[in-house]
Nanobody, 126 residues
């Protein structure tokens, strides 16, 4: 089983930036992809950004053009650069390892078989 550890969360003002990191330990099979999800209080956990099996980045509509996901060549570390943060970006952010998807669209939800980190809190004040 792969262990995922997130870091880099914090509190910023609206318009600010943060970078999240996720360190993965263990072997990641080629049919598995890493991504970021977030969950605000009382809301369903939802996809934010994910790298697909071809190394292409996919973004949820609310974060398109503001967030950038990247991954090191060994696929051991995943990053999420978040710019122009808004109060509605406030949530617990989770790193996930799940079976690669065939398609994403602008909105997606976790697969039941996903592995998770413990999360890192991002708070954006207005």
């Amino acid at each position: 089983q792969v262990r995922l550890v997130e870091s880099g969360g914090g509190s910023v003002q609206s318009g600010g930036s943060l970078t999240l990191s996720c360190a993965a330990s263990g072997n990641i099979g080629r049919s598995y992809c890493m991504g970021w999800f977030r969950q605000a209080p009382g809301m369903q956990r939802e996809g934010v950004a994910e790298m697909d099996s071809d190394g292409r980045a996919h973004y949820a509509d609310p974060v398109q053009d503001r967030f950038t996901i990247s991954q090191d060549n060994a696929r051991n570390t995943l990053y999420l650069q978040m710019n122009s943060l808004k109060p509605e970006d406030t949530a617990m952010y989770y790193c996930a390892l799940e079976r690669c998807r065939a398609r994403y669209g602008g909105k997606w939800y976790p697969l039941l078989s996903a592995d998770w980190g413990k999360g890192t809190q991002v708070t954006v004040s207005s």
